[in-house]
């Protein structure tokens, strides 16, 4: 079994930055990719970004060239740094971790509320 934790969520004024840390323990044998989802009041969850074991990202069109997505493998560990944050980019934003093998985990969540 795996877990996840998110930390770094909170209260900020638009146009601040964030940086959003995952850190995944238990019984971490491979890991495909990591990623970050987010999901608003009465809308779906969404991909935000996404990074292989390679070290390929994406991101949704809402937050390119805004929000970096990162690795540290030592540590079983997945970032997401959010600069000139948005109040559309309030959510809560999930951690995600895919197996090869095709299992997958998510953390609790973190609120990210951007309001003036």
């Known amino acids: 079994q795996v877990q996840l934790v998110e930390s770094g969520g909170g209260l900020v004024q638009p146009g601040a930055s964030l940086r959003l840390s995952c850190a995944a323990s238990?019984?971490?044998?491979?890991?495909?990719?990591m990623g970050w989802y987010r999901q608003a009041p009465g809308k779906e969850r969404e991909l935000v970004a996404h990074?292989?074991?390679?070290?390929?990202?994406n991101y949704a069109d809402s937050v390119q060239g805004r929000f970096t997505i990162s690795r540290e493998n030592a540590k079983n560990t997945v970032y997401l740094l959010m600069n000139s944050l948005k109040p559309e980019d309030t959510a809560v934003y999930y951690c995600?971790?895919?197996?090869?093998?095709?299992?997958?985990?998510w953390g609790q969540g973190t609120q990210v509320t951007v309001s003036s």
């Open positions: 238990g019984s971490i044998f491979s890991i495909n990719a």
């Open positions: 990074i292989t074991s390679v070290g390929t990202t």
């Open positions: 995600n971790l895919e197996t090869p093998w095709e299992d997958y985990y």
